[in-house]
């Protein structure tokens, strides 16, 4: 009876624990407001992901995109960006075409369409009537993608910034946050790179990182600024200070078991596949049917949510439906119109397709992809190898760690015909040591001590509890380059030492002349018998 009067009070001590600490970090409804520009749709994917968990759980969620979630929580509100019709799917078109352009071009145009979206979100009706309103707002969500202007919403709110990078910690978020970022083994993502780098590709990442930030300071921030003093006129804050000073915290979609360590301050959060479901969807009936009566399994093929494989060169098409015809396993091919023609037994043909789901069925053998961000998380999170295609951005990045990891082969665009495809789909497949290193790195994703997506709500109620969260905003972002890399206190070392190398040398030089001085002044004494 003691036992059991023990028993029902320590329960009832626990439950008082687990109350007085859940409670500790309760946040009361708050009203936050999204803002992921993008027309790309996986940019918004992680965006609307985490705006919906966050609607779920009760806070008032207001959200500026592209895109309407479809059947969206209560709390959930979309504010349309009205894009030009054909805007991006004009720039996707001729993705192909530009795959040899230099990295100077396509850097220059990834500039010019990070400026145009900053332009047509602030200039979009719906976003233009929530900046004139009366509303109020605790905190914004920002995607970090070449978009500082919008950093005047937080001013006009006067709330603090949670940052999302759907890249993970790239140059764009270093500049906000003032985190390291050593060039000697950390790439710049838009270069194939490893942290494992020889002198001159080490000497590559240098320049093309000085090239990225004098693009970026003499093109793109003046029209942020221009941006910035258009549309938020009456801002008490410049566009430098939010820079400096604006952003609390960044999420950033990456982790350490999916890329290469590298330092972060505390107020970057990775949060690496916390789009990706924990709880796997049904499949429709006719995915889930074509992919349990394939014999040999099926491969998954898929260019991502924005590139048209029907615009691919007709060649490289062809070598690629040759080969996938001659594979013994099925293929489910994401395509985006109604021309291919092809075996509809052995290939299954879609405009769309639930990925992340498909992923996760036991006989899917191989991912054919572009490598993107998501689709590789997705690939490590399931365990599925993969064959990649990198055609622009992070993506020749994302296979340079697959390849190194040793769960993917890829296949640069220009590269691609029946040969080198067909090599490195055999080789994947036949070669067990690829599934087997995917398995182990996905033991290591899947093993945290909270999950990405809670790891993220977390952090964001986190900066609305403590005020914006300002003590985690590094004192680097009030250092300008030659202090915060101590380049002034070099010179005085190196100055210092030279004049102490200076006076030793006069010192001695002087010591020696006397000498010398002494000796000629000195009568020689002539020897007598």
Known sequence: ???????????????????????????????????????SKSHWILGSALMKELAQDGHEVTMMSPFPLKNAPKTYRDVKIDYKTGLFEAAMDKVFDNIDNSIVQKMTKLGNFANAITN??????????LLQSDETFDLVILEI??????????????????????????????????SPQPLSYVPHPMLSFTDKMNFWQRLGNVL???????????????????HYDHYFPNATRSLDEMRRHGVSLVLINSHFSLSFPRPYLPNLIEIGGFHVNRKVNP?????????????????????????????????????????????KQNIIWKWDDDTLVVDKKKFLIGKWFPQDDILAHPNVKLFITHGGLLSCTESIYHGVPIVGIP????????????????????????????????????????????????????????????????????????????????HLISSAQDLNFVHYNNLDVYLFIGAVF??????????????????????????TVKKTN
């Open 1 to 39: 009876m003691l036992g059991g009067k023990n028993n029902v009070a320590s329960v009832a001590l626990l439950c008082l624990v687990f109350a007085i600490g859940h409670n500790s970090v309760v946040v009361e409804s708050a009203k936050i407001l999204g803002i992921f520009p993008t027309s």
């Open 208 to 226: 093309f990182s000085a090239f990225d930030g004098t693009i970026i300071s003499a093109m793109s921030n003046p029209i942020h600024q221009k």
């Open 498 to 523: 030279l004049t102490i190398l200076f006076v030793i040398r006069s010192g001695l030089r002087k010591l020696y002349r006397t000498l010398c001085k002494r000796n000629r002044n000195t009568p």
């Open 120 to 129: 047509t979100t602030l200039s979009s009706p719906e976003v233009q009537a």
């Open 283 to 327: 499949l429709p009936e006719d995915i889930k049917s074509f992919i349990e009566q394939s014999e040999h399994g099926v491969i998954y093929f898929s260019m991502g949510s924005n590139l048209k494989p029907s615009k691919m060169d007709k060649q490289k098409r062809n070598d690629v439906i040759k080969v996938l015809s001659s594979l």
């Open 391 to 470: 055609i622009f951005g992070d993506q020749l990045l994302n296979m340079a760690r697959a390849e190194q990891s040793g769960w993917g082969i890829g296949v640069t665009y220009n590269e691609l015909n029946e040969q080198t495809f067909s090599k490195a789909i055999t080789t994947v497949l036949g070669d067990p040591s690829y599934a087997a290193n995917l398995k182990t790195i996905s033991r290591r994703m899947r093993d945290q001590p909270l999950a990405p997506m809670d790891t993220a709500k977390f952090w964001v109620e986190y900066v609305i509890r403590h005020d914006g969260a300002k």
């Open 145 to 178: 993608f070449l978009d500082d202007a919008l950093l005047g919403f937080a001013d006009r709110f006067n709330c603090p910034v949670v940052g999302m990078s759907p890249f993970g910690a790239s140059p764009w978020v270093n500049s906000l946050t003032g």
